[in-house]
């Protein structure tokens, strides 16, 4: 642009100014080419940073796509890793259990070696014992032969002895005066044994009649001096029969207080025939060969008024009665038995007192009148033994009745006949005991018809009277003149017509 003072300078310097101006544009427009061009290159490099980058992303998420494929190929190799570790872990205890077995095995293997041996020996020595038991069998047999010839022998000779003095026989003990009974001083027997089986009884002791006495005769008679060994020694031979397989009845008669529980039970430190009898089949039951077996049972009963008790059972209340029990006939038997009878099995002599003495406390606890009560019934212990001889297989059994009878005094004597129960209870004793001397009559009879069904006590041992049975009789007697009457009765004779002098 031209300005007025200046003229033709202003245009020059702008010309030379656009010139400048030109040359800076193309200068610039050179730079921007440049730039440009710069660019183009800038862009070409990105694009291919670009490119690459794509390229590198693509092959990026390829390894990744490679690690997840990876990392889960490692997951179940992990998973297979500890299924096989864990089978590892188990065949590893399997090994283990089966080396322990293998070791066991080794030690019972071992045990087995050595109990082989042992049995090989013991084998030996098995072979060496049957040898020396064929021995001993023989031997045995020998011995075993041996003792049945002797024991038949024996028992021949014992039934050829008992035979002689008959199978039933009567025996008379005395029993000593009691201190009560030594009156002023007066210690007289009315009994005297002028032989050694014959009984004499003074019938009075003074006045015109004093000469006046009566003889018995008896199988064998106790004096008062005798002791209970010398007692059992005569009842022995019946026991013996008992081992020999008979049937044995052993009865004490007489009237109360006359010693017939003193002859069967004894006293505690004077047992009598009961005890020693069990003692005695116990030591030669002790003394059988292996060979022959012994089984022992008893019971006991009590018959009082014609009823039986079983003195062994269990009593229905502690204050109340035994029940009575009822008696059959056994046709097996051939006699009467009684129905339930309680029977204990018996091995040795504490169980005998163990028993006896459970019966007595029965008998006592039955009655409020224990004394009298057992004055005027009948006690009856049974042994039942069973011998086996398993060599000739032969069994025995035998029958053993211990019999304390009841009181055999007289109506008379034996209370007022208004006392309707002593009336009741003289009457059944009377009886039962009058039915026992008809039975012991017909058998010494030989009567056909033996009238055992007329008393409980007399069905009851109907098996063990008469037959091959043994009887023994006790007869006991008071020596006491105020018991005449009653030891006149007890010997089967009529008490004297009037009173005895002095008496
Ligand atoms: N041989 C004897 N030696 C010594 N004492 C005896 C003898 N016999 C009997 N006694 C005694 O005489 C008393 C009566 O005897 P025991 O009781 O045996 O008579 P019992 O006939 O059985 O009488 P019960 O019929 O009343 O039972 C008892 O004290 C008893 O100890």
Redesign the pocket.
């Known amino acids: 642009m031209m300005t007025g003072g200046t003229g033709g300078g202003g245009v020059h310097s702008m010309e030379d100014e656009m010139a400048v101006r030109q040359a800076e544009l193309r200068a610039s427009e050179a730079h921007v080419e440049a730039l440009e061009a710069q660019l183009t290159e800038k862009s070409g490099a990105l694009a291919d940073s670009l490119a690459h980058l794509a390229k590198s992303q693509s092959r990026l998420s390829a390894c990744k796509t490679q690690l997840t494929d990876c990392k889960a190929q490692l997951d179940v190799k992990e998973l297979e890793l500890t299924t096989l570790e864990s089978k590892c872990n188990t065949l590893e205890a399997e090994l283990k259990e089966k080396d322990d077995l293998i070791a066991k095995q080794d030690d019972t293997d071992r045990l087995l070696v050595d109990q082989e041996r042992q049995l090989k020996q013991a084998a030996s020595r098995f072979r060496d014992l049957e040898v020396q038991m064929r021995q001993q069998e023989q031997g045995m047999k020998e011995v075993q032969s041996k003792y049945t010839a002797e024991y038949s022998l024996r028992r021949e000779l014992h039934e050829i002895v008992q035979e002689l003095r008959g199978n039933i026989r009567v025996l008379c003990r005395v ?2 005066l ?1 201190p009560a009974e030594y009156e002023n001083g007066d210690e007289s027997s009315i009994v005297y044994l002028p032989e050694e089986c014959k009984l004499r009884l003074t019938k009075y002791n003074e006045g015109p009649f004093a000469d006046m006495y009566q003889e018995f005769e008896f199988d064998h008679i106790f004096p008062e001096t005798s002791s209970q060994e010398e007692v059992f020694a005569a009842v022995k031979p019946a026991v013996q029969s008992l081992i020999d397989g008979f049937n044995v009845c052993i009865f004490a008669y ?1 009237q ?7 002859t069967m039970e004894g ?1 505690d430190d004077n047992r009598g025939v009961n005890y020693r009898a069990l003692d005695y089949l116990f030591d030669v039951v002790g003394s059988f060969p292996p060979t022959v077996e012994a089984d022992m049972e008893i019971s006991m009963v009590e018959i009082y008024n014609e009823t039986v008790r079983d003195l062994l059972a269990e009593r229905p209340a502690a204050d109340e009665k035994l029940q009575a029990l009822d008696i059959k006939f056994s046709v097996k038997d051939n006699s009467g038995y009684v129905v339930g009878l309680e029977m204990r099995n018996i091995e040795n002599m504490e169980q005998v007192e163990g028993v006896l003495a459970e019966g007595h406390s029965n008998r006592a606890t039955a009655s409020t009148r224990m ?1 009298e009560h ?2 005027r019934s009948h006690a009856i212990v049974s042994v039942f033994l069973t011998v086996t001889n398993k060599l000739e297989k032969r069994r025995t059994v035998s029958k053993l009745h211990l019999i ?1 009878l009841a ?1 055999s005094e007289r109506l008379s004597k034996s209370g007022c006949t208004s006392d309707d129960t002593r009336l009741k209870e003289s009457q059944a004793i009377n009886k039962s005991l009058s039915a026992l001397a008809e039975v012991i009559a017909s058998l010494q009879r030989r009567d056909k018809h033996i009238p055992y069904r007329n008393t409980k006590l007399t069905f009851f041992l109907q098996d063990s009277l008469g037959g091959k049975a043994k009887t023994l009789m006790f007869v ?1 007697l008071s020596p006491h003149k105020t018991d005449v009457s009653e030891s006149l009765s007890s010997l089967g004779e009529s008490p004297p017509p009037f009173p005895s002098a002095g008496l």
């Not at 109360?256 to 003193?262: E, L």
Request: hydrophobic share 10%; no cysteine; aromatic share 6%.
């Open positions: 029993r000593p009691k007489g109360t207080g006359s010693g017939k529980t003193f006293v004394n057992s004055s304390d009181g006991n």
